[in-house]
């Protein structure tokens, strides 16, 4: 539970602080396109820092369960590929690191379900 806490807090204020160091130093030394991709994996690395919040929250309401601690490592999985690929990709223009990042889309993915099966089954 307060793993994952940790890590979403840490998660949410890395997303702060790359989203600043894009607007105020990347712009203007990136195309648009990449700015843009820099945009996207700080928003969906913020929206998953929050899930993982989330996931702490409830594993503190349902101890134990193996569906939400999964989808809480999947949803750090996924900020690392998703967001960690689109980051480098941006910096590098490595076209190459765009195939990692569907594998931390699917990560987030699954992470949600998990979250609804562990919705229905303990709350």
Same mark, same amino acid.
């Given at each position: ?25 990347? #712009?203007?030394?990136? #195309? ?92």
């Amino acid at each position: 539970m307060k793993l994952f806490v940790i890590l979403g807090a840490i998660m949410a204020a890395l997303s702060v602080a790359l989203g600043a160091f894009g607007a105020h130093i990347l #712009e203007g030394k990136l #195309e648009p396109k990449y700015l843009d991709t820099w945009g996207k994996a700080v928003t969906y690395q913020m929206l998953h820092a929050v899930g993982l919040l989330i996931v702490g929250l409830l594993l503190g309401k349902v101890h134990s369960s193996s569906l939400l601690s999964w989808s809480g490592w999947l949803m750090f999985v996924g900020i690392v590929l998703f967001s960690g690929s689109l980051y480098v990709l941006s910096i590098t223009k490595i076209s190459m690191l765009g195939a990692i990042t569907p594998l931390g889309g699917v990560s987030f993915i699954i992470a949600w379900v998990l979250i609804v099966i562990a919705a229905v089954k303990f709350l």
